[in-house]
Structures are given as C-alpha cells and as structure tokens.
C-alpha cells in the first residue's frame, strides 16, 4: 500500500494539478528552490489575526483580505509561471493584478492546497535532516547508549540474549 502511495505521489509531481482561472487551465508541477524560496517569502509576508477574527468577524476578515490579496494573488501567479527567476521578476505582478480580477475564493482554496502539495515540502525536509545528519567534521557527543555500551564508561556491557537458549556473555 504504501508503495502506491509513493507511486502516486511521484506521479501527481510529475504531471502536475490543473487550476482553472477564469477561462484557462494552468497545471501546477513540483516547485523548484527558486519557487519554494519565492512563495515561501510571499507566505511569510501574509499576516492572520486571530485576535481580530474572534473579536470582530466581520471586520477581522475585510483586514485579512485587505492585506493578503496581493500576496496570494502572487503566490497563485508564481506557481502557474513556474521555474524561471526573470520570468518572475517580469511577470508575477501583471500575472497577480490579472488573478485578482479573476480568482473566487473558492478556486483559492483549490489553488492554495494544490501549491502546497507541488512545494514538496516533505522531501526537502528529509533532504535537509539527511544532510545535516552528514558532518562528518563536527565533533561528535556520545549519547548514553554509546555511554552505557563503551569500555571507557567503567561499565560492563549489557549481555545480549539469544532467543532460541540462555544468556550468553
């Protein structure tokens, strides 16, 4: 089963989600560092008060939506135009101006869960603790199992049991 999932995971990656804006269809394929820095920049710049919401909801939601319409429109606009920096530096503010005029929220939605499926954020994080595991400059700490287990610890070592008989030391 879990083979399949990762089949259709590799899958989904490769061939893309379509997003349909207005008259068009985009597909949205796996993000490259470049995109993942952009979008994660415009993620940030997002803000989300709680507090306000809770308060006020009405009035909490027309702040939120006064302040993050921009970004998302970029955000939608970054991942259609895909890899390319000066493609993005040329294009994501007419693309974001265009998507503004034509995205309902609910094709938001659609086009916010699809983004973050394509950021393949997961597999960059295994990658990074994968490559962090890797210095082999790094003085290294024993942990206790390491402690407990060396000769050094004045410590005997523990004696494994075999299953089939007894204790052998």
Known sequence: M???????A????SEGVPIKI???TY?????????????????????LDEDALKTDPIKGANEVLSKNTTAAAKIVAVAILGPGRVKRKLFTGLIAWWIKEKLKPSILLEAAMSIIQMTNV????????LLHGIRMTA????NLVEKMSSPRSGKEEPSAKNSDGPTTT
């Open 122 to 129: 997961s597999d960059f994080m295994n990658s990074i603790r």
């Open 139 to 142: 003085p290294t700490t024993p």
């Open 27 to 47: 597909k949205i394929k796996e993000m490259n560092f470049g995109m993942l820095d952009a979008i994660t920049a415009l993620r940030l710049s997002m803000t």
């Open 10 to 13: 590799k899958l989904l990656l």
């Open 22 to 24: 207005g008259k068009r």
């Open 2 to 8: 879990v083979n399949t999932e990762v089949e259709a």
